[in-house]
């Protein structure tokens, strides 16, 4: 996991709520925050 930081994020797409696709890309030179959510229910 240590080798992972201050590398760039590997390319994946998620969608919002709203169906919507982000990559990391698409926020190149800004800050990005990640929060993974697990649903229950």
Do not use: T
């Not at 994020?9 to 998620?14: I, K, R, S, V, W």
């Amino acid at each position: 996991m240590m080798s992972l930081l201050n590398k760039p994020a590997p390319g994946f797409e998620l969608p919002d709520v709203d169906g919507v696709e982000h990559r990391p890309v698409d926020y190149r030179g800004r800050w990005l925050l990640l929060v993974f959510h697990r649903h229950l229910g």
